[in-house]
């Protein structure tokens, strides 16, 4: 068995996350998805979200779910194979209705940008020149 990476996250309106984050390219494992969470593959089989209604959620962890719109705990990272896919992403989430919060940053070595998705979660694209 391969390991795997699987985050959980909150979501405000299930339907509509599944909208966004398909417009983004990431494919729906019906297997794990119900009318409460939506287990999608993100990278490969390697790392995957579940998109979880905030209540269901809420009833795993016996305690309010945060607000990602009002404080975040976490930026999720993904890494790009090239610039061009940091802002073909950049470009489709935006286009799905993410906001934007800053320009993209170009270090030479080093390129990123970001987006918030519907829920106020931040992630993070970056691609780094390979090393030699």
Known sequence: MNKQIIFNLP???????KAFFSALGFTINPRYSNENALFMNVVDDTLHVMLMTESFFESLINKPAARAREANEVIICLSCESRDEVD???????AAGARIPH?????GFMYDQGFEDLDGHLWNLVWTAPQE
């Open 11 to 17: 979501v405000h309106d299930l339907e509509r996350s």
């Open 88 to 94: 073909s992403l950049i470009a489709r989430a935006q």
């Open 103 to 107: 320009p993209p940053e170009d270090h």
